[in-house]
T-cell receptor
Framework: AQSVTQLGSHVSVSEGALVLLRCNYSSSVPPYLFWYVQYPNQGLQLLLKYTTGATLVKGINGFEAEFKKSETSFHLTKPSAHMSDAAEYFCAVSESDTGRRALTFGSGTRLQVQP | DAGVTQSPTHLIKTRGQQVTLRCSPKSGHDTVSWYQQALGQGPQFIFQYYEEEERQRGNFPDRFSGHQFPNYSSELNVNALLLGDSALYLC??????????????FGPGTRLLVL
């Protein structure tokens, strides 16, 4: 079984400050890891994903995440927050090598950006 | 290129009724997954369809059923609606791949309210 824990249901930062959203996962097989963003009344948009290879993954809108197997983490960062980054962020995991493709999501982190 | 589309956008039903939600996948995608997102929570996997068959199912009762058509579009049916079925229902599509590493692209969702 796989699971995702997102620490902090709400995170508030000032515009221009570092954004750090935390994600820890549990998986019995090597994971595929994803970050999605959801704006109000919209579906989910992929920010970035890790499948294999380089553990530092760069995504859209200046976001990046690093896969740390020893810490079972996949934290999302952005050096400088913008007002348009205010949204709900979801970390998700799926299993590699098993053929099971369901995404298991965390409960989400709502990011507020203060002017 | 149209992305994933879903209809209707909003729906209001009463307890005990039945509902059908529809999804058209992104062009070139043959796999469709359905997720339920309750208010304030992350999406939960309902099931996935590939080659008109249910390939994987999450922890949802048999009241939830689906179908995939030869053109890869899909329907989600929910019978005997309960108040707790009120949620945003998200459809996601992806191309099939041997190890399931392909990204799932989400539609805007159908918001179902059960009274």
């Amino acid at each position: 079984a796989q699971s995702v824990t997102q620490l902090g249901s709400h995170v508030s930062v000032s515009e221009g400050a570092l954004v750090l959203l935390r994600c820890n996962y549990s998986s019995s097989v090597p994971p595929y890891l994803f970050w999605y963003v959801q704006y109000p009344n919209q579906g989910l948009q992929l920010l970035l994903k890790y499948t294999t290879g380089a553990t530092l993954v760069k995504g859209i809108n200046g976001f990046e995440a690093e896969f740390k197997k020893s810490e079972t983490s996949f934290h999302l960062t952005k050096p400088s927050a913008h007002m348009s980054d205010a949204a709900e962020y979801f970390c998700a995991v799926s299993e590699s090598d098993t053929g099971r493709r369901a995404l298991t999501f965390g409960s989400g982190t709502r990011l507020q950006v203060q002017p | 290129d149209a992305g994933v589309t879903q209809s209707p956008t909003h729906l209001i039903k009463t307890r005990g009724q039945q509902v059908t939600l529809r999804c058209s996948p992104k062009s070139g995608h043959d796999t469709v997954s359905w997720y339920q997102q309750a208010l304030g929570q992350g999406p939960q996997f309902i099931f996935q369809y590939y080659e008109e068959e249910e390939r994987q199912r999450g922890n949802f009762p048999d009241r939830f059923s689906g179908h995939q058509f030869p053109n890869y579009s899909s329907e989600l049916n929910v019978n005997a609606l309960l108040l707790g079925d009120s949620a945003l229902y998200l459809c996601a599509s992806s191309p099939d791949s041997p190890l399931g590493q392909e990204t799932q692209y989400f539609g805007p969702g159908t918001r179902l309210l059960v009274l």
